[in-house]
């Protein structure tokens, strides 16, 4: 089947942590914004036990737990955020990403560079594996003969999303458009890496498969 639309792009940490937030916003937010109500009603309560008789316990420790988990209810997810973020930062690679859009799947080929890219020519011989360094003979002996290099260099991963057995969601967001898969995953496009048209294109594919 024929590409409808292909685009090659990557993301900064400022952009993943953007859509991490947007991804927390569309799938908890909703979650957290009800127990904020339910602790509210809590504290409001335990407040009014504590009107009624300041000896009684019970207010207090339930007023006291209520805020606990009200406050923790709400600075959970930056924690998780900003956890994901350290991790990302210590792994100190980058990938790029090729996603095409056709009829009826959506697929994207993920590209590893940076730190996990680098590769070091080796010599295997009898007695072990050793580095080859340059202006050895070994070296001088690749040089002439190029034939005995392999490249062990891992081809781009490939990942596909079938439409019709995929629940996939595609928002515009400030310069990224974000695409959720399944509940549990989002890939985050940059309006950097796109065109005006490639914008327009990439919107009317999803609206046309109902995924907006």
């Known amino acids: 089947m024929n590409n409808r639309f292909s685009i090659k792009f990557d993301n900064t940490p400022g952009e993943i942590e953007e859509a991490y937030k947007a991804f927390q916003t569309k799938y908890a937010l909703r979650k957290k914004l009800l127990y904020t109500v339910i602790y509210l009603i809590v504290v409001v309560l335990a407040a009014d036990i504590i009107v009624r008789d300041m000896t009684n316990p019970t207010g207090y420790i339930a007023g006291g ?48 560079t940076g730190a996990d890219k680098e590769t070091e020519t080796v010599a295997v ?20 003969h190029p034939e005995l290099v ?32 399944n509940r549990s995953y989002i890939h985050a496009i940059p ?22």
């Open 125 to 144: 011989t009898r007695l072990g594996v050793f580095p080859v360094e340059e202006g050895s003979e070994a070296a001088k002996e690749l040089e002439e």
């Open 65 to 112: 737990l209520a805020l606990g988990i009200l406050v923790f209810n709400w600075v959970k997810p930056v924690l998780i955020r900003r956890k994901m973020m350290q991790g990302i930062e210590a792994l100190g690679t980058d990938e790029t990403y090729t996603m095409t859009l056709l009829d009826d799947r959506i697929e994207i080929e993920t590209e590893i």
């Open 191 to 212: 309006k950097r890496c796109l065109g005006d048209e490639d914008v327009l294109a990439f919107k009317a594919y999803f609206e046309e498969k109902g995924l907006i």
């Open 150 to 181: 392999q490249d062990n260099t891992k081809p781009p991963e490939k990942t596909v999303y079938r439409l019709a057995e995929t629940e996939i969601c595609m928002i515009e967001h400030k310069e990224l458009m974000l695409m959720f898969v």
